[in-house]
């Protein structure tokens, strides 16, 4: 049985049949030894045999652009390398060269992908920014704009116990409306979005209607995905943070806090690790049409012997995302306050500033605009790292040739009468 599922998405329906190639169903199911993530036969990867090549395809792939910790690997033990002058370009139906990719390939890929597709791409973000946008202004409106005691902790020095409960009650009741409506915006657009990458590889287009009847199928185990994976990390933060709670309480103060904030630490470190082990999970189960468990072993195989490289490039997209948003937003921030009657003054000197609706909803405008952008370049880079390291471990590229029907990647026999 092997787990290194086909291509579950590109051009197809969710009615069609999975291919054959691996297909499971446990998909990424256990594997042993040191051949995890390798494509064990032809059957398995649909790589044709040695002595049967496709007519455009090389055993060397064309060589890398970068160098360093985003470059491709070298070639495997044994086999030519692949700086000869002679070999042909890697096949390029849609946004990527169907190769393994560097750093930049992935974020231009993520980039033209919103540009080739920026009707669906900006639409899926768009519609889903405004949702979770208003639904946050909502909440903030109603519970923290006209809250004596959250206005109490900006302009007092001493508040009272019932200032601090008021603030504290109509904070966590805000935090839960943004929670949710983040969350579920979240699993949308990523669930859309990923659609939207798998046809712009293969060079198709694709609306807003057949993403989102494509992606509606997984869109509950794609929540419940995002959901344990999010306890994962909580909990590993919350896990390391317990010991020094409990030493604390039982009446070492000082100890308790050197122990938490070294807990702290590790249960953070244990967070990002899963994070970036459990990243590539949302592509699988939405490409592979994988289920929840199986999507989380099919990231954590792909992750394996990578972690410093996705690590790098995840850490990178969010950093790129997070200053894209604050230039987009900075306008905003600096007109709210104008805007809402407190004046430049206040913004700049840092005093409170009154949230009136006007407040609220130019800061609002501002957080849709900026996450209109940022949501297909995490989305895009998300899904193409996926493809990226299938395509390194299970020669992913030549099924994205064939399904993008480049002449010369067609398996032996396909158009033999009777098939």
């Not at 231009?108 to 597709?117: L, Y």
């Not at 949702?131 to 519970?143: D, E, F, H, K, Y």
């Amino acid at each position: 049985m092997s787990d290194s599922p086909g291509w579950a998405s590109p051009g197809s329906s969710p009615s069609d049949p999975p291919p054959a190639s691996g297909r499971s169903a446990s998909g990424g199911g256990a594997s042993g030894g040191d051949t995890a993530g390798q494509p064990t036969d032809a059957a398995h990867t649909g790589r044709p045999p040695a002595e049967q090549p496709p007519a455009n395809w090389s055993a060397q792939q064309p060589p890398p652009a970068p160098q360093g910790w985003g470059a491709p690997p070298p070639p495997p033990p044994g086999r030519p390398g692949w700086g000869n002058w002679n070999q042909p370009p890697a096949a390029k139906p849609g946004v990527i060269p169907l190769r393994p990719l560097g750093v930049g390939e992935i974020l231009d890929g993520a980039v033209s992908t919103a540009r080739a597709h920026w009707r669906t791409a900006l639409g899926i973000s768009l519609a889903v920014a405004v949702m979770i946008q208003l639904a946050s202004t909502i909440a903030t409106g109603v519970w923290l704009r006209d809250n004596s005691g959250f206005q109490a902790l900006q302009t007092e020095a001493e508040p009272t116990a019932e200032d601090l409960r008021d603030a504290l009650n109509g904070t966590l009741n805000t935090l839960s409306v943004e929670v949710l409506a983040a969350l579920v915006g979240t699993v949308i657009a990523t669930a859309m979005l990923t659609v939207v990458v798998s046809r712009a590889v293969l060079g198709r287009p694709v609306s807003i209607g057949e993403a989102w009847r494509e992606s509606r199928p997984q869109l509950l185990r794609l929540l419940g995905l995002t959901l344990l994976v999010l306890l994962l990390v909580i909990g590993a933060i919350l896990l390391g943070l317990l010991p020094g709670f409990l030493l604390a309480a039982g009446g070492s103060g000082a100890g308790g806090i050197a122990l938490g904030l070294l807990g702290g630490f590790a249960g953070v470190v244990a967070a990002v690790w899963l994070w970036v082990r459990y990243c590539l999970s949302a592509p699988a189960l939405m490409l592979e049409r994988q289920g929840v468990f199986a999507a989380l072993r099919r990231s954590a195989k792909l992750v394996r012997n990578s972690w410093w490289r996705v690590f790098g490039i995840q850490l990178l997209t969010v950093v790129l995302a997070s200053m894209v948003g604050m230039i987009i937003q900075l306008p905003a921030s600096l007109l709210a306050p104008v805007l809402g009657g407190d004046g430049l003054d206040g913004f700049l000197t840092g005093g409170a500033v009154e949230m009136s609706w006007t407040y609220l909803a130019v800061l609002g405008v501002g957080a849709v605009l900026a996450s209109t952008i940022t949501l297909p370049l995490s989305a895009g880079v998300t899904a193409l790292l996926y493809m990226d390291q299938r395509i390194r471990r299970e020669a992913l590229d030549l099924e994205l040739a064939r399904a993008a029907g480049v002449p010369g990647y067609e398996r032996p026999g396909d158009a033999a009468p009777g098939d």
